[in-house]
């Protein structure tokens, strides 16, 4: 799947998501900032020889002077040098919601105005109606049925069991990933015709999402790939498990009718913790080149740990202290908490610091990358590489301009060439 072409030097969409401008992190009483502006002739036209506009390249050789003053290094463009502007996108994203759909998500939590059922459906049509035109997303809920079964009705909840865990093959996604302006329409619609019901097989709607990534129609996407994982809770589903009251999850949960006795005995195996296997197939999906983000909704503080180690194990957490899992707090009200979460995270990865070219240099030592105005340096832990691994090459930004470009965005982003790259910082 293709991004979709977006008409300008960086992608409008990539650009207009931010809120907020970077112009007061770069102002312009920068010393270089005679430096930081395009030649007024070649801005006219005047050195940028035939050929070269947005998206092209050419302008005349240039020179990069460096003048000692005495009090430092100071850099001027050569007034010979012209540039043009390459076209550029950010690297396309697609992402395979794998969503816990489970009977605890009736449950409504203190400080929730509504169940999580109804608070995940919420939170995820509105973030996914705002990023519809910058991800393609896809859907694998947990349990759910083959819905080409002759007889298809609803999992009974509670007390649902031999069906409580029910998945459908492997290879059979909800919905596969797909261009996000038809794709969310579908997802929403699915959602909002799904009762939450059952038990949480995630290790094996984790397998469908490595399937699929691995050998199915995932396999060939272009882009970065990535799983977000929701839950309200430990998985479970595993029949070839045995464990006593503490690592069974009714009893965790505290839904165990038992006066200290323990629900995971004979045929109620499945309630067993099932973190080993789910934790494997997270680290599956990472050796795939497919990160797990993981998302704890309120339930899951009980399962802390399991959550810590999906979250480390995928390679994409909040943060190395615990917890590593993005932790949708009860103190803010449903849906807007966890509406709050999955935007920072979704918003986090359309502003990527990777912007693909649409061709190739022809010389990469001529390459500059200009954010609101001023140029960027390369050298130095916050400047920028070029990456030939793919083809185009794709501008990496590094450091704090990338900290600041995924945090509060930019106005304007080009990348420039015809004139030699900016060096010093």
């Not at 009090?71 to 396309?92: F, H, K, M, N, Y």
């Not at 200290?260 to 080149?289: F, M, N, P, Y």
């Amino acid at each position: 799947m293709k991004r979709r072409a977006t008409g300008i030097t960086v992608g409008a969409g990539y650009i207009a998501l931010m809120m907020t401008a970077l112009a007061n992190a770069c102002g312009s009483n920068d010393p270089k900032s005679n430096f930081n502006e395009r030649d007024a002739s070649a801005s006219a036209g005047g050195n940028a020889g035939s050929g070269a506009g947005a998206g092209g390249f050419g302008g005349t050789a240039g020179s990069l002077i460096r003048q000692d003053g005495g009090g430092g290094t100071t850099l001027d463009r050569d007034a010979a040098c012209g540039e043009s502007q390459i076209t550029a996108a950010p690297v396309q994203v697609n992402m395979l919601l794998v969503i816990d759909k489970s009977y605890s998500m009736t449950q409504t939590p203190a400080g929730f105005t509504s169940d999580k059922w109804s608070a995940t459906k919420s939170a995820l049509t509105a973030t996914l109606n705002t990023l519809k035109d910058r991800i393609d997303f896809g859907l694998v809920m947990f349990p759910y049925q083959d819905p080409t079964r002759d007889v298809v009705t609803p999992i009974p909840a509670p007390g649902c069991g031999e069906r409580c865990c029910e998945m459908p093959p492997s290879t059979r996604l909800n919905l596969a990933i797909e261009d996000g302006s038809t794709g969310v329409p579908k997802i929403v619609n699915t959602l909002n015709a799904t009762t939450a019901s059952g038990a949480t097989p995630t290790a094996k709607a984790l397998t469908t999402a490595l399937t699929y990534f691995k050998t199915g129609a995932g396999a060939g996407l272009e882009g970065k790939k990535y799983v977000l994982l929701a839950t309200d809770g430990g998985p479970n589903c595993n029949p070839a498990l045995t464990c006593g009251a503490d690592r069974c999850t009714d009893n965790i949960d505290g839904t165990c009718p038992l006066d200290g006795g323990s629900c995971c005995s004979g045929a109620a195996r499945d309630a067993c913790l099932d973190d080993v296997a789910t934790i494997a197939k997270v680290q599956e999906l990472r050796a795939s080149g497919v990160p797990t983000i993981v998302v704890g909704i309120p339930g899951s503080e009980k399962y802390r740990s399991t959550l810590d180690a999906l979250a480390l194990s995928g390679g994409r957490p909040a943060q190395t202290a615990s917890p590593s899992y993005y932790a949708v707090s009860t103190s803010g009200t449903a849906p807007g908490g966890l509406t709050d979460v999955l935007q920072s995270i979704t918003r986090g990865l359309v502003t990527s610091c990777e912007l693909k070219l649409t061709s190739a240099p022809p010389d990469q030592g001529r390459i500059n990358v200009n954010i609101d105005g001023r140029n960027i340096p390369k050298a130095g832990p916050d400047g920028w590489d070029i990456v030939n691994t793919t083809t185009p090459p794709t501008i990496v930004l590094k450091g704090a301009t990338c900290a600041r470009i995924t945090s509060s965005g930019a106005e304007n982003v080009q990348i420039l060439y015809g004139c030699p790259t900016e060096i010093v910082p």
